[in-house]
């Protein structure tokens, strides 16, 4: 299993927000190429990358900081997420070397753009999935949809997705540990991994995904935790490690 170390830009810095609040954010460095290199080498394997800009404006704002990361960082596999509407933007990214690109509220509006865009990149398509209660949200979480979080799932495994993202977005940001419970029923619902996202306070959190890792939870994104110091990455990732091992 993986820990994930998350980096939110926001006007090229790197920040944490309360709840996808834009208003609500803390900066935690206005060097993000810096904070790459801090997590590589406390031992991530993958970076998740988000242009909150981005996600609000629907097109990406940030990518070229994002391209100065893959640049310094070739070898790291990153995921890419906020304002990747189009095929455009997805070849872009993917031609600066990004590994996967994240696609949120384009797959909930428009499903079928998920099972176009896996043929034409399959294997670095990957679905977030923002939810609350049971219930997708959309456009920065500003909108909360009447799609259940599951039945979206099914569909978009079925399309080809490499991965599902799956954020409780009531405790994102909020350090209240995580929904492990949900994450749990959403990966046993499907045929692919979920990637947990959203609480992930303390090391317990990442103790209680090892021990449902065979239940299709291939890794987990953590931030506010890793940057405020309720979670020692190192210890996260040797401790995910081991039970890889």
């Known amino acids: 299993m993986l820990v994930i170390p998350a980096i939110d830009l926001k006007d090229g810095q790197c920040v944490r927000l309360k709840q996808g609040r834009m208003e609500d954010d803390t900066v935690f460095s206005n060097e993000p190429i810096k904070m790459a290199e801090r997590w590589i080498n406390s031992g991530a394997s993958r970076l998740h990358i988000v242009d909150l800009n981005g996600a609000f404006a629907g097109k990406p704002v940030n990518a070229s900081v994002i391209q100065q990361i893959t640049t310094a960082y070739p070898n790291i596999p990153i995921q890419v997420g906020g304002g990747i509407r189009d095929m455009d933007t997805i070849k872009a990214y993917l031609d600066i070397g990004v590994k996967y690109v994240i696609i949120g509220t384009k797959a909930v509006e ?136």
Not at 167 to 181: A, E, F
Not at 183 to 203: D, F, K, M, W, Y
């Open 110 to 245: 428009e499903p079928d753009f998920i099972a176009e865009i896996c043929k034409t990149f399959p294997g670095h398509i990957i679905v977030g999935l923002d939810a609350k209660n049971g219930k997708v949200a959309t456009d920065g979480w500003s909108k909360i949809s009447e799609h259940s979080v599951i039945d979206m799932a099914k569909k978009f495994a079925q399309d080809g997705v490499e991965a599902i993202i799956y954020t409780d977005i009531s405790r994102d940001g909020m350090m209240q540990g995580l929904n492990v419970d949900s994450t749990v029923e959403l990966a046993r619902a499907i045929s692919i991994p979920v990637i947990a996202a959203g609480g992930v306070t303390t090391i317990d959190d990442i103790k209680a995904l090892c021990k449902v890792a065979d239940q299709g939870i291939s890794g987990a994104i953590t931030g506010r935790a890793i940057y405020e110091g309720t979670l020692d990455f190192t210890e996260a990732q040797k401790l995910a490690d081991d039970f890889n091992s």
